[in-house]
């Protein structure tokens, strides 16, 4: 079973790209970085290949999306507090990043969403496994 996951998108200026998700507080591993690509860790087993679309376009016969139009696929994570949700939401606001439509609130999960700058939707959430026990009917529980 998969114990790591790179996940791959494409953007239109690499330096753009490094420099918004430094300061919203990701780091990098020079290790898998050239001109063409980055590796950028969100943590010990996950990470994100930032790749210039024309690199990108090396992978698939299929059209790239552009997702300041469309929406290829919303990367959400889960971090360990509303507070932290909050944290990192607002350091990607303030280096451009743009709000985007917030879920529905739920008794149990806390979230913020926001676009990139190459337009990539992310969700930010916490979910507070207390709650999330309460929510559950019993027999889904004892299952």
């Not at 494409?10 to 430094?22: H, K, S, W, Y």
């Not at 990098?28 to 590796?39: I, L, Y």
């Not at 210039?52 to 959400?76: C, G, Y």
């Not at 971090?79 to 917030?102: H, M, R, T, Y």
Request: charged fraction near 20%.
């Amino acid at each position: 079973m998969p114990t790591k996951i790179f996940v791959n998108l494409p953007v239109r200026d690499l330096g753009a790209a490094i420099e918004f998700f430094t300061k919203v507080g990701f780091r990098f591993n020079p290790q898998f970085s050239n001109e063409r690509a980055t590796c950028m860790v969100v943590s010990d087993d996950i990470y994100v290949m930032l790749l210039v679309e024309p690199f990108f376009r090396t992978f698939t016969p299929k059209p790239v999306a552009d997702a300041t139009r469309t929406t290829e696929v919303i990367l959400s994570l889960a971090l360990d507090s509303s507070e932290e949700v909050n944290q990192l939401a607002d350091k990607a606001l303030a280096a451009g990043a743009i709000a985007s439509q917030p879920l529905p609130d739920s008794d149990f999960m806390y979230t913020r969403n926001f676009q990139d700058p190459d337009g990539h939707l992310w969700e930010l959430m916490y979910m507070n496994p207390t709650l999330i026990e309460q929510a559950q009917p019993a027999a889904e529980i004892s299952a």
